[in-house]
Structures are given as structure tokens and as C-alpha cells.
């Protein structure tokens, strides 16, 4: 059969892509068979996860020869993320594993002394062979893609092989936190690729697919197809230029602030499925005759998200809070709010609450790894870890300072890469008169004197949605994290939950001192104001909120108008596309 047609090796999310294509009206097959890729008119490549995996599954399934006939034969190609990556020569990732050739040059790591690494949020694309030619590609100048990965493409002006492929490139970084600039799209012929995700970029990303899916398989110029054919067979050399005539203005670092939206979801006493919102946690109303309130009901999960993707929310994020009980896999309600919510939201989605080892009445045991391999197939671009990583945490320092390669952070990390592992951190302020009374942790002085005046604190953390306090503080905790393979940290604190005081900004800014991977700075958020405040005096990369959404109490639009007045980089609200 022809057709488009999507060249998956099951090892993340295509369920966003595949809802896109068919939101845009297009059937998209799955590849089966190593024949198959000949059939298609048309191939999207969505690379997921670690180089060497991606190219070792190529080679395994009989894809990788095909394709490469496939590309040379200059039929009309999308690849993205490690899907762009696999038709570079190798990459630094894998050093052993070499790439299919197509494109001279090596993917490289990012330089992450003075910024965060993975690169993940929302950037721009500065086109290279003229707005025009990316246009054609549904690219705008200006305009924010998502990307998510540790690896790229660097891009040096006057000397760079692929430049001839370069079509745009992005900077990550500015001057003084290790600015680079790489190459975030390439396009020869009908060979099209990016280092975003356009399937999670909002409708400006949604656009990009349109103008692949819609556009006419034969705009590649001739000449383009003999160069794809004579760079296949000598990767290295032997491309003639194509100059462009487009002089591009210098790169600049366009790297945005993520403001995120977080759904906490659990069943009312009713059975039915709701986000609830607590202060300090407790999501009971307050009981009026000494019995137990209901629980809050704010509003439908599926309809919330897809608001806020609307609304220009940057990333959603669904914390199942009840996942302290045990839950047989398949009966995982969440799994259901990702599979709707990934119909109609093109944005990156998080889920935590239950991502560990989980058994099933009959006694079944189905490791962490599993139980996130269903969410990333439902939708899932990130799992989010609680409880599960104090208690790896808790391992790591026990074994001296190492894992032993079975925790979920590390089997969901080796898996699905670093940046689809979140590590959601619930801690409380325990306060004490002077640092010798809490000699094991980290103490600090926090802005405001405790109850009783004490002038110290440390921050604890906790398993089971707050109900228990480990004796493991959260620098601790994070540092372990980090060292077992998480991409990112989502910060919460159980004082300011709910509170509408403002982020916890001593907290912030000591676990962002502690750590390279970026974090979330979470709880606390009542006016747009404390959005700015958290910016600028932690420098984290992005900022969750939830009541104050929910309860309509701060448009998101208000928040993102107050940073952009403020200076602060914030990707704008894309015009909705009819999709
Ligand atoms: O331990 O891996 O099963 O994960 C459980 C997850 O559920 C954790 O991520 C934990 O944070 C979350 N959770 C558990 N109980 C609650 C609760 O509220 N009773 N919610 C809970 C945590 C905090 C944030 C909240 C921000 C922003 N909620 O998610 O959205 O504080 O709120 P605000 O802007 O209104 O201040 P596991």
C-alpha cells in the first residue's frame, strides 16, 4: 500500500504524531516490514530516545539499508529528533555506532559548565537558505519550536560540512552561559528534518507537518537528488555548495522560560475522575460538622488541558495523587486522560503518580519500566517520579554513592533517555535553632524565622504525597537524582502549596546551586508577578502553577505578557490553527 507512512521502533511517544497527521486529515501507516519503506510516497522518521538504540533498531529490523535507498532516491522524507541525528556519520552519544552517512558531519554533546543540559523548552529557528525555502516548510522566523535533547549538530559559520543541509539553525546559550549554535533543521531535495518536535510545538509545529504532508513530492530540485546520492556513497566529501544568497542575521539565544500547567487528578467520593487543587496538600473542603469535606472539585482533566494548551501553556502536567494505593497496571486510569488528552493537545505532557514497580491482583509484578512504557505509549513524554526516587535516593547513599542499574529513574533514564525522567520532589520545612541540631542535612536560613523563632531550617523530604517525612534532605535527594540519570527537577514545597505567597525562592535557588539539569519551580504562584520574581532571582527554567488557573484567578495570557514586559524570553501564544 502507499502512502505516508511512520518508520517506529516502539521506543517512546509517536502517539502525538500520529494524532496530528490524522487531525490534518492524512492516514499514516505503521512500517512492518523492511519493504514497506519503499512503498511509502511518503516517510516520517520520529526518532526517540539514545542514538546508538535508534541506529542499532534500524540495523536489527532490516530498516536501515531500505532507508537509505529510500533518501537517495530523494523521495519526500521528515525526520525528527534522533530521526534527523541518525543520517549524520555517527554521534558522540554512541561513538562506536556510525549513523546512515547522508549528511557529513557528527552530533555532539552540548557543553553543559554553564547551562543547563538537556536543552529542553522552547526556541526559534533563524533560517539559513533564505525564508522562503523554509516557509515552503511551514518554518517561520521568529516563531517557537519545542526541543528536548542533550545532543546536536554544531553549526560553525565558514565551516561546517553539512552547510549546504543546513537550513536553520538555533543558539542555546547566550554570551557568558556557553552560547552554541547548532543545527535545528536540514533540508536537501525532499529530505526534510528537524531537531524539534513539531508534533509537540503547538500549532506552529502542527503547521510544520501540514506544509510536509500537504506539500508536493516533487519540489526537490534534480541536482539535490544526484548530491543526496553522491553523499550516501561518500559521506565524507565530494558535495558541491549550495551557496546560499541569503545573507542571515547573526544568531541570537532565543531559548524561552516554560510556563506550565499542572493538573493534580484523583477520584472524588463519587468515583469520578477530577482535578482537585490542595493548600499544604489537604484537597478536602473544610468540613463545616467535624467529618471529612469532599473532595475538590475543579474541573475535567481531558477539557482542562486541552484550555491551557489553547491558552498557551507551554507544557501540561498530570499528577495522579493518589497513587500511593496499588493499581493494576491496565486499570491505570491516567492511561485513558493521556490517549484523549493527546488527541487534541500538541504540547509536551508529564504524568506522575505511580510510576513504580506495580503487582496486579494475581500477584503479577510489572517493574517501573513497564508502567512508564505504557504512559509514553499513551501519550507520555515524561514520567514523573515521587516517591520511587527518595527511596533510590535512599539506595544510592547506602551503596556509597553509586546505583545499581535497577531503580526507575536509571531503567526509564537507559530507556527512554535522561529528559523523559522528571523527579517530582515534595519537600517541608523542618526548623531549627542552629545548625547543629540537624547535623546530617542541609540547613539554611530561610527568609522568614520559624514559629518559634528558630532562624534555621532544612528542607525534608517526603513519600506518599507529603504523609511521610524521610530523613533525606532535598539537596540530597536532588544530587542523587541527578547522578542516577534524571533530566529534570520538578520542585514543589508543601508549605507554599496552594498558599498564593509566591515560590519559595530560598529552596529554588538552593537546589538549582546544586545541580546542572534544569528544574520546575513549583507551588506558591497567586499573581504574574511571582512568575517574574521566580525568573529572575533563581534563573530556573520554567514555572508551574495550578490553583490559580484553575480558578480562572490569573489568565496564563497575563502571566505571559507580565514576563514578556519584565524582559524575560517567553514563547507567545500561537494563533490557533483549524485542526
Ligand atoms: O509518589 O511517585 O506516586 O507521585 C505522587 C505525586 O503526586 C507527586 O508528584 C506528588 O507531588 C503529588 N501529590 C501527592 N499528593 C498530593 C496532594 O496535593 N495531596 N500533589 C500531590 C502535589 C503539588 C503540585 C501543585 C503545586 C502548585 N501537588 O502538583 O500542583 O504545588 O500548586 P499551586 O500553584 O496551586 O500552589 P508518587
Avoid at 78 to 86: A, E, K, N, W
Avoid at 189 to 209: D, R
Avoid at 514 to 527: F, K, L, R, Y
Wanted: aromatic share 8%.
Amino acid at each position: 500500500m502507499t502512502g505516508t507512512y511512520l518508520l517506529d521502533y516502539g521506543a517512546g511517544n509517536v502517539r502525538s504524531l500520529v494524532n496530528a497527521v490524522k487531525k490534518l486529515g492524512h492516514d499514516i501507516t505503521y512500517v512492518k516490514d523492511p519493504s514497506d519503506i519503499l512503498k511509502a510516497d511518503k516517510l516520517i522518521f520520529p526518532g526517540v530516545g539514545a542514538f546508538g538504540s535508534a541506529m542499532q533498531s534500524l540495523h536489527s529490523k532490516g530498516y536501515a539499508e531500505p532507508l537509505k535507498q529510500y533518501l537517495a532516491l530523494n523521495k519526500p522524507f521528515m525526520g525528527i529528533c534522533v530521526g534527523m541525528q541518525s543520517l549524520f556519520e555517527g554521534s558522540d552519544e554512541n561513538p562506536g555506532i556510525p549513523g546512515l552517512g547522508v549528511i557529513p558531519g557528527r552530533v555532539r554533546l552540548f557543553d553543559s559548565s554553564l547551562k543547563a543540559v538537556p536543552h529542553m523548552g522552547w526556541n526559534t529557528a533563524r533560517t539559513i537558505q533564505g525564508p522562503e525555502r523554509a516557509k515552503g516548510c511551514g518554518l517561520e522566523e521568529g516563531r517557537a519550536y519545542y526541543f528536548v535533547h542533550s545532543f546536536a549538530v554544531p553549526f560553525v559559520e565558514g565551516s561546517t560540512e553539512a552547510k549546504e543541509w543546513c537550513l536553520t539553525t538555533t543558539q542555546y546559550g547566550g554570551e557568558g552561559s556557553g552560547g552554541e549554535v547548532f543545527i535545528s533543521s536540514v533540508r536537501r531535495g525532499n529530505i526534510f528534518c528537524t531537531q524539534f518536535h513539531p508534533e509537540k510545538s503547538g500549532f506552529a509545529g502542527v503547521n510544520v507537518l501540514k506544509a510536509f504532508l500537504d506539500g508536493d513530492a516533487a519540489v526537490g530540485a534534480e541536482g539535490d537528488a544526484a548530491l543526496i546520492q553522491a553523499s550516501t556513497l561518500a559521506p565524507s566529501g565530494g558535495l558541491s555548495v549550495l551557496a546560499p544568497t541569503f545573507i542571515p542575521e547573526p544568531t541570537q539565544d532565543q531559548f524561552t522560560k516554560r510556563i506550565v500547567a499542572c493538573l493534580d487528578v484523583r477520584a472524588n467520593d463519587q468515583g469520578d475522575l477530577v482535578v482537585t487543587k490542595g493548600d499544604q496538600y489537604d484537597v478536602r473542603e473544610q468540613s463545616t460538622n467535624g467529618q471529612e469535606g469532599d473532595v475538590r472539585n475543579l474541573g475535567k482533566p481531558v477539557e482542562l488541558a486541552r484550555r491551557y494548551f489553547e491558552e498557551g501553556a507551554d507544557e501540561i502536567t498530570f499528577l495522579n495523587i493518589t497513587s500511593f494505593r496499588n493499581c493494576p497496571l491496565l486499570d491505570l486510569p491516567m492511561l485513558e486522560v493521556l490517549r484523549r488528552t493527546s488527541e487534541t493537545v500538541f504540547v509536551p505532557l508529564t504524568i506522575g503518580g505511580g510510576i513504580k514497580d506495580v503487582v496486579d491482583p494475581d500477584g503479577k509484578l510489572h517493574p517501573a519500566l513497564e508502567v512508564a512504557g505504557e504512559y509514553f505509549r499513551n501519550g507520555a513524554d515524561k514520567v514523573s517520579i515521587g516517591s520511587d526516587a527518595v527511596y533510590a535516593a535512599e539506595k544510592y547513599y547506602a551503596l556509597g554513592g553509586r546505583g545499581d542499574g535497577t531503580s526507575a529513574i536509571e531503567t526509564i533514564a537507559h530507556a527512554y533517555g535522561s529528559q523523559a525522567v522528571v523527579i517530582s520532589v515534595d519537600p517541608k520545612k523542618v526548623y531549627v535553632n542552629s545548625p547543629a541540631d540537624a547535623p546530617t542535612h542541609h540547613v539554611i536560613q530561610p527568609a522568614q524565622p520559624g514559629p518559634n523563632g528558630e532562624k534555621y531550617c532544612w528542607y525534608q523530604c517526603t513519600v506518599s504525597g507529603g504523609r511521610e517525612g524521610r530523613d533525606m534532605d532535598v539537596r540530597q535527594l536532588v544530587i542523587a537524582c541527578q547522578a542516577l540519570g534524571a533530566g529534570e527537577i520538578l520542585l514543589n514545597s508543601m508549605d507554599q502549596d496552594g498558599m498564593k505567597q509566591g515560590y519559595d525562592l530560598t529552596l529554588i535557588q538552593d537546589v538549582r546551586a546544586a545541580i546542572s539539569i534544569p528544574v520546575i519551580a513549583s507551588s506558591g504562584a497567586g499573581c504574574a508577578q511571582h512568575f517574574v520574581e521566580v525568573f529572575e532571582k533563581t534563573g530556573v527554567q520554567a514555572a508551574l502553577a495550578a490553583g490559580i488557573f484553575h480558578r480562572r484567578e490569573v489568565p496564563l495570557e497575563d502571566v505571559k505578557t507580565t514576563c514578556v514586559n519584565a524582559g524575560i524570553r517567553i514563547r507567545t501564544i500561537d494563533a490557533p490553527l483549524a485542526i
